[in-house]
């Protein structure tokens, strides 16, 4: 059965470096259907939608459109709404009025949920209608993928980051924390561990929201490998909590920001790095600690994205197309590995992938829970993309010492 008609394309949550890819993809190969009358691109994501915000995708060139799928970022803007029953009645009332028969929505966990409730309410009314959802996620939550598009770029940069944080560190030796973007999945902070080339680099200390948090045993585990080492670098995710499930953040500070959602607000301070800062130094009386939060720069760093990372979002995209447009189906696409390295794409069931969150396996973080394993690293590697820079040390020879007392 063909279904006629338009599609519409819309982007959201966090951008990505690889983001465009999977728009460009999805774009370009519904441009080839006959049936698919035009392809919109609904600006700020579905509040775009509702507000009828919409680009023709149709008249846009292809030469332009490859150049936007090399560029970080939405290219139609996203938004941090979370739609209810309510607003996807709306979302579904301006889509049938334009006469859009195929659905492509690009994010994470909400944007499933989205697509889902979007998809029952045409279900509802009976209207002939195609809605996939299109993985995106930094975390690396979604379930039922082996790894999301945009995880291999932004783990590309946190590893990047703390290579050089270990050149840094080793020239001018102290404690330093860099804290990465995670609320409830700890994969992106443990992409950090891919600095460690030499015995003593660090992040020698990685914390994840998958483990609790423990103040004590976090300054035990500091001042050992400060004595160890005269240094210690430590990756710790934004999400950490306690046995409780409570956010650090909130048991050292008492004044906190939440977000739209109601969720304590991680990103966009440097509140917990500043606040384990000043832990180590009154309690360890260590002079030199310093703290970084990567904040918003891990998700679209233009000079850091994993070629791998950019094929499969562009192949999610196209893939998505063809599972609507051919096969007359909706679902959520998902990323599948099939050996080393290579991946195939599956089509999921939205009530399987929509609002639930993956966390970290076990196999993947260390018994002491301040580390990752070897299994993590070789699970991460060929995800970050080739051409990985690598850093080097002197070998030469300590000359002997001619003065007494040197």
Wanted: glycine share 8%; charged share 25%; with cysteine.
């Amino acid at each position: 059965m063909k279904l006629e008609g338009k599609v519409v394309i819309a982007q959201g949550g966090g951008p990505t470096a690889v983001i465009n890819q999977s728009l460009v993809g999805a774009a370009l190969e519904a441009r080839k259907f006959s049936q698919v009358t035009r392809v919109y691109g609904a600006l700020y994501g579905v509040q775009g939608i509702i507000n009828e915000e919409f680009v023709d995708l149709t008249q846009e060139t292809t030469h332009n459109l490859e150049q936007v799928a090399d560029t970080p970022s939405s290219a139609l803007m996203s938004t941090r709404d979370k739609p209810d029953e309510e607003y996807c009645k709306e979302i579904f009332k301006v889509l049938k009025a334009h006469d859009v028969r195929y659905f492509f929505y690009i994010g994470g966990n909400d944007s499933a949920d989205t697509v889902r409730i979007v998809n029952e309410q045409a279900n509802q009314a009976d209207y002939e209608f195609r809605a996939i959802h299109i993985p995106k996620t930094i975390d690396n939550d979604l379930v039922l993928n082996d790894h999301t598009p945009g995880y291999g770029s932004a783990a590309r940069f946190v590893a990047s980051a703390f290579t050089g944080v270990n050149l840094d560190n080793r020239a001018l030796p102290g404690v330093y924390i860099g804290v990465v973007m995670g609320r409830h999945a700890g994969f992106l902070t443990a992409a950090s561990a891919l600095a460690q080339k030499y015995p003593d680099d660090g992040p020698h200390l990685v914390y994840m929201p998958e483990r609790p948090f423990h103040r004590e045993d976090f300054l035990a585990d500091v001042q050992r490998i400060y004595n160890q080492y005269g240094k210690c670098v430590v990756a710790v995710s934004e999400g950490i909590v306690d046995d409780k499930g409570v956010p650090i953040i909130t048991k050292l500070s008492s004044s906190v920001e939440h977000d739209a959602h109601g969720n304590v607000q991680l990103s966009g301070s440097g509140m917990l790095g500043d606040l384990l800062c000043d832990l180590i130094k009154t309690k360890l009386k260590i002079k030199r600690v310093r703290s970084d939060t990567f904040g918003y720069l891990q998700r679209s760093f233009i000079g850091c994205v994993s070629d791998v990372d950019q094929r499969e979002a562009r192949e999610v995209g196209e893939r998505a197309a063809h599972f609507a447009i051919w096969y007359n189906l909706d679902g959520s696409i998902s990323i599948q590995r099939t050996g080393f390295y290579s991946v195939n794409y599956q089509l999921e069931k939205l009530n399987d992938i929509a609002g639930k969150t993956r966390h970290m396996p076990d196999e993947y973080i260390n018994s002491s829970g301040n580390g990752v394993t070897d299994d993590f690293k070789f699970y991460l590697r060929p995800l970050i993309g080739s051409g990985f820079p690598v850093a080097h040390r002197l070998r030469a020879p300590r000359v002997a010492k001619l003065l007494e007392g040197n």
